[in-house]
């Protein structure tokens, strides 16, 4: 297991992708797609040193879908992933550790199909929600970014949850689901041998246990923007009471980038739609870079 220092190399990738969700009104997008934006106009990437990959620009969004027919933009999110993969695993094999910047919570199929690619690793998922709805414990599908847990672990269609014949991307006894926080969302894991320590009260032990193992190369680490109390910042599009306050955020994700193995993370779901003035973009901002400066 390669161990991260904290002297190693940031790389910031922009991955806006808003094709994991639902139209949040008639004729119009997800603005979580301004997400990357917002943080680089709070400093984000110079504050942390960090050198910057770019842009991997999305297909365009198709707000039209026909209840079960798969996925909302299944095959545009599938070669996304293909693509994200592509340039995470270059990232890495230039010694750098990835920041990405979300977008929605499907991007994490571009870097779990790229660890996958080369060999054993987890995920620590950091949301308020579980993100594991299938056609096993849920009567239809549809927006990818509240399935994308279950797309990783290989439930769903084929063309998602198989890419390069690599199904499952992640196995469940090598993920650890952090900070979720609904009932029904937690019970969806009981049948499974997925980890899961809700609310706020977590320790990094927890994470540890499961992802520090011999038997894994390293781990990724999702983190949904959710997963913070709204009153820390609420600009996200389903925000939950009972979450992280700035402190516990900060030294969770400190911690875990610590952690030997830990191979790059992402951010997600924040939307700037919902932030007119910038004020909750800066805090993110601060908390980002207090966690991995």
């Not at 620009?57 to 879908?65: A, D, H």
Request: some cysteine.
């Amino acid at each position: 297991m390669n161990t991260i220092t904290p002297d190693r190399d940031l790389v910031v990738l922009d991955a806006p992708s808003n094709l994991g969700l639902r139209p949040p009104a008639p004729d119009t997008v997800p603005g979580c797609y301004k997400a990357p934006w917002a943080l680089r106009n709070a400093g984000l990437v110079q504050r942390l040193g960090a050198a910057d990959a770019g842009a991997l620009v999305p297909p365009r969004y198709v707000s039209t879908w026909t209840p079960g027919s798969g996925v909302r933009n299944g095959p545009a999110i599938a070669a996304y992933a293909r693509r994200l993969a592509d340039r995470v695993s270059a990232i890495r094999g230039d010694g750098g550790f990835p920041v990405l910047l979300g977008g929605d919570c499907s991007i994490l199929l571009g870097p779990a199909l790229a660890l996958r690619r080369s060999g054993r690793y987890g995920v620590a998922y950091l949301d308020a929600h579980s993100d594991f709805r299938h056609l096993g414990n849920s009567p239809h599908v549809g927006a990818a970014a509240g399935e994308d847990l279950a797309l990783a672990t290989g439930r769903g269609d084929d063309y998602l949850t198989d890419i390069d014949g690599l199904r499952p991307y992640v196995r469940d006894e090598d993920v650890i689901v952090l900070g979720a926080r609904d009932e029904e969302d937690l019970r969806d894991f009981a049948e499974t041998g997925i980890a899961c320590v809700p609310g706020s009260d977590i320790s990094l032990d927890d994470a540890r246990k499961v992802l520090v193992r011999d038997e894994l190369d390293g781990f990724w680490i999702h983190v949904d923007a959710d997963v913070l109390d709204p009153s820390v910042l609420s600009a996200v599009d389903s925000p939950t009471p009972g979450g992280l306050d700035a402190a516990q955020f900060v030294e969770l994700l400190r911690g875990l980038v610590g952690l030997p193995g830990a191979a790059g993370l992402e951010v997600t779901i924040f939307d700037p739609d919902l932030d007119e003035d910038g004020t909750q973009a800066a805090v993110l901002a601060d908390l980002l870079v207090s966690a991995l400066s």
